[in-house]
T-cell receptor
Framework: AQSVAQPEDQVNVAEGNPLTVKCTYSVSGNPYLFWYVQYPNRGLQFLLKYITGDNLVKGSYGFEAEFNKSQTSFHLKKPSALVSDSALYFCAVTIWSSASKIIFGSGTRLSIRP | KAGVTQTPRYLIKTRGQQVTLSCSPISGHRSVSWYQQTPGQGLQFLFEYFSETQRNKGNFPGRFSGRQFSNSRSEMNVSTLELGDSALYLC????????????????FGPGTRLTVL
């Protein structure tokens, strides 16, 4: 069975500092991994995804994520946080199968203080 | 290109009633998925439609149903509402460019917030 874990409910970072939002996964097979962001009273917005190839994936708004197969992780990172990055972040995992479903993590609330 | 639209944005119903939510996908997108978001359970997959056919279903009771029309617009229906059905219901569309449905990038609408009293 597929599963995804976001071990931190909340991450607090000062503006200008680097940020990391953690995600680990468990699948049978090759994973497809996603990061989405949700702003208050809004739907989710796609940030980036990993399918295959380069382990470092670059996405929207300066975010990037590193796929680490040995640690089954897909942590989201940004070199310099902005106050506007404050939002709820979701990691998701699936596999290539006509019957597969996408599973979302529980979400991590990112708070950037000025 | 217009994004995914959902109507209505807010709904208040009472227990036992039924409700229908609507979703219009991005033009050209053929797959529509529905999710329920609650503080306790997080984001949970309800079902996915493609070409008017339900291709995948989550672990929800039969009170939750949906359909897709020939123009890819989708509706979901919840009958005999319970207090626990209060949630943000999100619709997402994807192009289905050749991969399995769940591997496509999904584009989400703003959601319909349902409150059951």
């Amino acid at each position: 069975a597929q599963s995804v874990a976001q071990p931190e409910d909340q991450v607090n970072v000062a503006e200008g500092n680097p940020l990391t939002v953690k995600c680990t996964y468990s699948v049978s097979g090759n994973p497809y991994l996603f990061w989405y962001v949700q702003y208050p009273n809004r739907g989710l917005q796609f940030l980036l995804k990993y399918i295959t190839g380069d382990n470092l994936v670059k996405g929207s708004y300066g975010f990037e994520a590193e796929f680490n197969k040995s640690q089954t992780s897909f942590h989201l990172k940004k070199p310099s946080a902005l106050v506007s990055d404050s939002a709820l972040y979701f990691c998701a995992v699936t596999i290539w199968s006509s019957a597969s479903k996408i599973i979302f993590g529980s979400g991590t609330r990112l708070s950037i203080r000025p | 290109k217009a994004g995914v639209t959902q109507t209505p944005r807010y709904l208040i119903k009472t227990r036992g009633q039924q409700v229908t939510l609507s979703c219009s996908p991005i033009s050209g997108h053929r797959s529509v998925s529905w999710y329920q978001q609650t503080p306790g359970q997080g984001l949970q997959f309800l079902f996915e439609y493609f070409s008017e056919t339900q291709r995948n279903k989550g672990n929800f009771p039969g009170r939750f149903s949906g359909r897709q029309f020939s123009n890819s617009r989708s509706e979901m229906n919840v009958s005999t509402l319970e207090l626990g059905d209060s949630a943000l219901y999100l619709c997402a569309s994807s192009l289905l460019s050749g991969g399995a449905p769940s591997t496509d990038t999904q584009y989400f609408g703003p959601g319909t917030r349902l409150t059951v009293l």
